[in-house]
């Protein structure tokens, strides 16, 4: 691929502010911690509800009831670490006697170093996708250390897109910039790229087929996509590295009259919230993020909802392409949507604040069961009446793998090798058992051959398999009867005890082995769980 002269010396660039530049950039100032007493979290929580039970009402729906602790915690520990539980957690879980300890472990959670490493992929995910792109001019790896570092630091979510949309420099220097870099190939940026995915990430609206014709099933126009674009027109990549010094004007090629157009900057709605003065991209930032622009909060509120049950809060509609704010047709959702946008806005743009008042609703705290004789209620949940059941993502299924067999808490306190172990196993499992890539929260369907790599695949055959390494081996030495070996392993692999039926079936299988054979029993149990559907699921 030919890259122009000005990327090959900027590159040498580029690999030394990597080392210094970004290591030594001032930290960021410490916001508070999340703490079990969010801030007023509750009158938020009460508005939403109320919502959701007029919406139970108007559809003749019951709610389920609430999910028991274990099945919650469950939930939350897949939800922002990506992994079940280990053992010491939920041990210490249940030695937890506070009547509010779900709270608490959902401000541990947020506090930890994991919430912000997960969700940063999560949300690199949206922001820039999975492909690595140009490395001579895209790092993102640096974009999602960046976007954690920001998570941990509780740094205000418009400003972290203000800094993606307009920041200039160098992407190793400056990892913001990867949202940019991204789109450089063929020696030019993508500036149609640039404005498809700064709208579907930022303000959840799929816009790209106006991109060649007025779209057909809503109200934006190809003139208003080519205005967004222009927003990207004067980017450039310099030897100082991305700015907006570009001296052509941004130009398109009419498909009917092949002549060329020149489009100036423009906005689709809100004209009056974009700036008079300042570059393209800062301009484009500020209406981006604008107090008013009630599109961007519901944008990051409908994606959070979306990695917090595993599917967004209006279900039938992909993540990024939320309805009008005003369109009457959602005006149930909308109204939920607008309840946690509004505190969202009111509290400083808050991710973490954000995800505590979802996690503690009571929307994410009922079954997943549909009340018996319940009219109208279905597994889907689509009013949240119930617990949605949806598939895991394919890195929450490797992870709670990896937990399961660990026992205890892996972390960035774990050893280096077993950091670098699990980041290598979730990488290859994740390859073969296929990555949805950026549509992560659209409908999962599962297909024999991952059925087959997770029943036959090496990384199975490792994490069961008797040895002093895995829970297995450890399990059947420690526990001090059959019985409480079967009960850690559905711990460990399910987060909850077995049933009195599966507790004898189990029990008698490993009673029945020698002592020699003990370990092997207790593998192919952790191996059943491992292959069950209810490991596989969120519920």
Same mark, same amino acid.
């Given at each position: 691929m030919r890259l122009p002269t000005v990327v090959a010396p900027l590159a040498v660039v580029a690999a030394v502010l990597g080392v210094t530049g970004y290591a030594v950039q001032p930290p960021l100032p410490d916001r508070p911690l999340v703490s079990a007493d969010t801030g007023g979290t509750a009158s938020t929580i009460e508005r939403l509800e109320g919502l959701l039970a007029k919406s139970w009402s108007a559809h003749g729906l019951t709610a389920a009831a609430p999910a028991d602790d274990l099945t919650v915690l469950r939930r939350l520990t897949l939800a922002l670490a990506g992994t079940v539980p280990s053992l010491e957690e939920i041990r210490r879980f249940e030695n937890d006697t506070r009547p509010d300890r779900l709270s608490h472990w959902t401000a541990q959670l947020l506090n930890d170093v994991r919430f912000a490493d997960y969700f940063s992929e999560r949300l690199a995910r949206a922001f820039v996708g999975v492909d690595g792109g140009q490395f001579i001019v895209f790092r993102r790896d640096r974009f999602t250390a960046w976007l954690s570092e920001q998570l941990k630091k509780r740094r205000p979510y418009d400003e972290m897109v203000r800094d993606m949309i307009a920041t200039d420099g160098v992407w190793t220097d400056k990892p913001a910039v990867n949202f940019i870099s991204a789109a450089y190939a063929n020696d030019a940026f993508d500036e149609n790229k640039l404005a498809g995915r700064a709208v579907r990430a930022f303000l959840g609206q799929r816009i790209d087929c106006a991109q060649c014709h007025d779209h057909p099933f809503a109200h934006w126009k190809q003139s208003e996509f080519e205005g967004l674009a222009a927003c990207f027109g004067k980017t450039r990549m310099s030897i100082v590295g991305v700015d907006d010094g570009r001296k052509t004007p941004f130009e398109i090629e009419d498909r009917k009259t092949l002549e060329k157009r020149v489009i100036e900057p423009a906005v689709p709605f809100g004209a009056e919230w974009l700036p008079a003065d300042g570059s393209p991209r800062k301009r484009l930032a500020a209406w981006v993020t604008h107090p008013d622009n009630r599109r961007f909060d519901r944008a990051i509120v409908n994606r959070v909802w979306g990695l917090m049950f595993g599917r967004p809060l209006i279900a039938d509609r992909p993540v990024d392409d939320l309805p009008d704010p005003d369109d009457p047709a959602f005006n149930e959702q909308n109204a939920v949507l607008d309840v946690l946008a509004d505190d969202f806005r009111r509290h400083g743009r808050d991710l973490r604040r954000l995800v505590a008042v979802v996690a503690g609703s009571s929307a994410f705290r009922v079954d997943s069961r549909v009340p018996e004789n319940a009219s109208g209620s279905t597994a889907g949940g689509c009013h949240w009446e119930v617990f949605p059941l949806v598939r895991l993502r394919p890195e929450q299924v490797v992870g709670s793998m990896l937990q399961a067999a660990s026992i205890r808490t892996i972390d960035r306190n774990s050893h280096l090798f077993t950091r670098a172990l699990r980041f290598f196993r979730e990488r290859d499992f994740v390859e073969d058992f296929g990555d949805p890539g950026e549509n992560e929260l659209g409908e999962r369907v599962g297909t024999v051959p991952q059925a087959l790599l997770r029943m036959n695949?090496?990384?199975?055959?490792?994490?069961? !398999?008797p040895n002093p390494f895995n829970?297995?081996?450890?399990?059947?030495?420690?526990?001090?009867?059959?019985?409480?070996?079967? !009960?850690?392993?559905y711990l460990i692999c399910l987060t909850r005890r077995p049933t009195t039926e599966e507790s004898e079936f189990f029990t008698n299988r490993i009673s029945e082995a020698s002592s020699k054979k003990r370990d092997e029993a207790v593998a192919d149990l952790i191996w059943t769980l491992f292959n069950s559907t209810e490991f596989s699921w969120n519920h």
């Open positions: 695949g090496e990384l199975q055959k490792d994490l069961t !398999e829970a297995t081996t450890r399990i059947a030495n420690s526990a001090p009867d059959p019985a409480s070996c079967v !009960e850690v392993a």
